[in-house]
């Protein structure tokens, strides 16, 4: 991978991913490698490479290599979630390994992209299948610890991850994680400090970009479950968040809905 850096693709990629002072992805390096050469890259060595090679990609300073690792976790999952081998103990061994794997070097995903590309189908998926490890009550227990995290990064992926879900189905965790995200604490502080008269405690610009990507996955997350769920209970939870919802939030969420109906929304 350092053999494909590109210098100028790396400039542009630390500007897009905000890696400058004050900025949310600040102090992070990249090589300059586009997400198509690193699947190529992944599509090369999945086969050759155990999991026990992947905590040292993981650990790496690139953010293109840790992407690399975090897809491969990614195929290592896929191939023992098969409809063939849903029950299979051996092969529910193997997601719970992954799984753990995945959350011990959850911060090392630190930027969305990252939790994006990995969150839904290794976390997301594993909600969704059996595990020797708990029940669902174990499950929300794992999602619980990470949304409560002070590390922005796994507190994205205890929503992004519901993508799938909702994509095989089951709304109750996008509802549970979007309700518990609504506000991020940034944002509750400064609601907090204003109402106290400090405005003067104001966020900083990283601060405030931390509380609009939570906003974003919210509503992101709560669009496609209306989506590919049901609009109903997309309604019933803007009923019910629809006036303390960030606007931001609000918005994504009711993307897919016809111009009338979105005017409502925003106007509550």
Known sequence: MESLHDEEQRQVLMRFFKTGPGEYGYGDEFLGIKVPQTREVVKMAAKDTPLSEIPELLMCRWHEVRLCGLLLLVWHFERQATKR???D????????????????????????DLVDMSAPKILGHWLMLPSALGDSDYKIKVLDHLAASPCLWKQRMSIVCTWKTSQMGDASWCLRYAEQHLHHPHDLMHKA????GQAQTSLSHAEREQARLMSMAVGWMLR????????????????????????TALRYAIEKMDDEERKYWMNV
Do not use: C, T
């Open 193 to 196: 400090a204003i109402k106290r």
């Open 85 to 87: 081998l849903v029950n």
């Open 224 to 247: 496609e479950m209306g989506k590919r769920v049901s609009m109903d209970l997309l309604r019933d939870f803007l009923r019910q968040h629809a006036r303390e919802m960030p606007r």
């Open 89 to 112: 103990a051996e092969a529910m061994s193997r997601r719970d390994d992954i799984v753990m794997l995945y959350l011990k070097h959850a911060e090392r995903a630190n930027n969305w």
